[in-house]
């Protein structure tokens, strides 16, 4: 099921931006790529020269789309990551989500890649 339909079409629409989109697998309704994020990051490669790469999405997607950013020269300071994954209570109770000293429920969930090196890498 794909969400934001009005969105996305939107986007598409626009002159100053490129929406690649892709799905891992696919049903009988999609008529785009299939493949995963970091193939696609790689096939568009992307200027680097002032731009951001925020990443949101599941551990392994973003596990393998940061070193294809890197081979881009993307700056670690403009590289974006979400990781709402590690939250479970969310209010700095439980103890669930931190890396070292961090805590992802109250310091992010947002953090460039240059903020997550100077953490232990368990992200
Ligand atoms: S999610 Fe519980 S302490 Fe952060």
């Given amino acids: 099921m794909l969400l934001y339909r009005g969105e996305l079409e939107q986007w598409r629409r626009r002159d100053d931006l490129e929406l690649h989109m892709t799905a891992d697998a696919a049903n009988g309704d999609w008529k785009g790529r299939i493949g995963v994020v970091p193939d696609v990051v790689g096939d568009v490669a992307p200027a680097a020269d002032g731009a951001y790469a925020v990443v949101?999405?599941?551990?392994?997607?973003?596990?393998?789309?940061?070193?294809?950013?890197?081979?881009?020269?993307?700056?670690?300071?403009?590289?974006?990551?979400?990781?709402?994954?590690?939250?479970?209570?969310?209010?700095?109770?439980?103890?669930?989500?931190?890396?070292g000293s961090s805590y992802v429920c109250r310091e992010g969930p947002v953090f460039t890649?240059?903020?997550?090196?100077r953490l232990p890498p368990e992200y």
């Fill in 56 to 99: 949101c999405g599941p551990p392994a997607m973003t596990r393998y789309t940061l070193p294809v950013l890197e081979r881009l020269s993307f700056p670690p300071e403009r590289v974006v990551l979400s990781l709402e994954m590690k939250m479970k209570c969310g209010i700095g109770m439980c103890g669930r989500c931190n890396i």
């Fill in 113 to 117: 890649l240059a903020e997550l090196r």
